[in-house]
């Protein structure tokens, strides 16, 4: 009987020990993958230019044109996933109008371009009229500008679906296509192509912003910001 006993109780001790050993493992590969998803490599992301003005934020630059102060932060991205500049560009955008005028926001008004020429393209995920999340973003004024531009949307189409993106954080901070009113402002995250990784060949790469009266259907000016490249 002693012997059944001592034979069951150090059966007991091996489940106990193999189970403790499953629970450590999987804490451990856990810790892995989390720790290896927070500090996995960056990408290349932009620093203003010497030329720049730069703004109050960390890492970001202003301009004004015709009432409308545009800051750009990079490196301001705090959603998930943590290392989304491994697969594109996100840029942190505030706009404040004082211009008299109602402004319009619309993806196609924003781009990035190097002094070689080459052309970053904002990559739109929130459809425009999903603005409900930003009380100072007017909708869009139909008969003015049409429907929603589906072509810039169906362009990227593809390519989200080979990054995996985006996730409903970059939904969240986007900033959706609107109109905002004159006295108000709007922050939020435009997201951009993956630079590439060529220092040498880029240069300047300034980010550009039409800014348009969508009542009027007239221009008010435009901004252009300087950033070079920094390997994150």
Not at 67 to 83: H, I, S, T
Not at 154 to 183: H, W
Not at 196 to 214: E, H
């Amino acid at each position: 009987m002693l012997r059944a006993f001592g034979g069951s109780l150090k059966k007991d001790i091996l489940s106990s020990v193999a189970f403790a050993c499953l629970v450590c493992c999987t804490c451990l590969l856990l810790f892995i993958v989390v720790y290896t998803s927070w500090r996995a490599p960056k990408g290349v992301t932009l620093a203003p230019a010497p030329s720049a003005i730069l703004a109050a934020q960390p890492n970001s630059a202003e301009a004004r044109s015709a009432g409308v102060l545009v800051v750009v932060a990079a490196e301001a991205w705090d959603g998930y996933p943590r290392n989304l500049d491994s697969k594109m560009l996100p840029l942190e955008i505030t706009i404040r109008n004082n211009s008299g005028y109602r402004l319009a926001l619309r993806y196609k008004d924003f781009l990035l371009e190097s002094t070689n020429g080459h052309r970053y393209i904002d990559i739109p995920y929130v459809a425009p009229y999903s603005n409900y999340s930003y009380p100072n973003l007017g909708f869009w004024p139909d008969f003015v500008w049409g429907p929603p531009d589906w072509v810039h949307f169906g362009n990227y189409s593809g390519y989200m679906q080979r990054i995996y993106l985006p996730t409903q954080s970059m939904l969240r901070k986007e900033i959706p296509e609107g109109v905002v009113a004159s006295g108000s402002s709007v922050t939020g995250f435009l997201y951009f192509q993956k630079l590439a990784t060529s220092n040498k060949q880029q240069g300047v790469i300034a980010f550009k912003a039409t800014l348009l009266d969508p009542t009027r259907e007239h221009e008010l000016g435009s901004v252009s910001i300087p950033f070079v490249e920094r390997q994150g």
